[in-house]
T-cell receptor
Framework: GQQLNQSPQSMFIQEGEDVSMNCTSSSIFNTWLWYKQDPGEGPVLLIALYKAGELTSNGRLTAQFGITRKDSFLNISASIPSDVGIYFCAGQRTSYGKLTFGQGTILTVHP | DSGVTQTPKHLITATGQRVTLRCSPRSGDLSVYWYQQSLDQGLQFLIQYYNGEERAKGNILERFSAQQFPDLHSELNLSSLELGDSALYFC???????????????FGEGSRLTVL
């Protein structure tokens, strides 16, 4: 089946540092999305990308839809303690297809 | 608050038993999804319903079944439970139409199932 390879699996950073994570696939996706899951909560949508090459920002978060449509990147600038959580990428192959999720990146921010 | 309500929040049961998890989608959302999250498995798609009809099926075991009712709430039934079924079960809803699903899901807080 379709698989998304998300890396890194975990990150330990200092407050104020920038963070980068990415997601790759052997298949083409028409939609890429990034979700964040806080402890004890359900995932929350951060950014949705619908066009190859698209670069979208949401506050300190910036995500890009790779030009090959097989990858996506998420950057967090000037991290703060509340950025802690699990970040998931998700891809959708068609306009009505199911979402496939990556395995997640666990982010820890040290004050 | 995502607007998606899941009950119960926690459930402890024994192997071989059957449980039902309930989900109420956001007001106006016609599509409901069920995901399973285990410690080492990430978010695994189980099944999707759109306006009462099954729309997509993922890695859902034959021991599991789901349905979406006319009022759009959904139930996930898990039977002949095994230890490995212990997990967080998430329901999500979206503003899907008949021909388009944006992938923008709103998740509930999950139901944590522990099978002893």
């Amino acid at each position: 089946g379709q698989q998304l390879n998300q890396s890194p699996q975990s990150m330990f950073i200092q407050e104020g540092e920038d963070v980068s994570m990415n997601c790759t696939s052997s298949s083409i996706f028409n939609t890429w999305l990034w979700y964040k899951q806080d402890p004890g909560e359900g995932p929350v949508l951060l950014i949705a990308l619908y066009k190859a090459g698209e670069l979208t920002s949401n506050g300190r978060l910036t995500a890009q839809f790779g030009i090959t449509r097989k990858d996506s990147f998420l950057n967090i600038s000037a991290s703060i303690p509340s950025d802690v959580g699990i970040y998931f990428c998700a891809g959708q192959r068609t306009s009505y297809g199911k979402l496939t999720f990556g395995q997640g990146t666990i982010l820890t921010v040290h004050p | 608050d995502s607007g998606v309500t899941q009950t119960p929040k926690h459930l402890i049961t024994a192997t071989g038993q059957r449980v039902t998890l309930r989900c109420s989608p956001r007001s106006g959302d016609l599509s409901v999804y069920w995901y399973q999250q285990s410690l080492d498995q990430g978010l695994q798609f189980l099944i999707q319903y759109y306006n009462g009809e099954e729309r997509a099926k993922g890695n859902i075991l034959e021991r599991f079944s789901a349905q979406q009712f006319p009022d759009l709430h959904s139930e996930l039934n898990l039977s002949s439970l095994e230890l490995g079924d212990s997990a967080l079960y998430f329901c999500a809803s979206s503003v899907a139409t008949r021909g388009r699903d944006t992938g923008e899901l709103f998740f509930g807080e999950g139901s944590r199932l522990t099978v002893l």
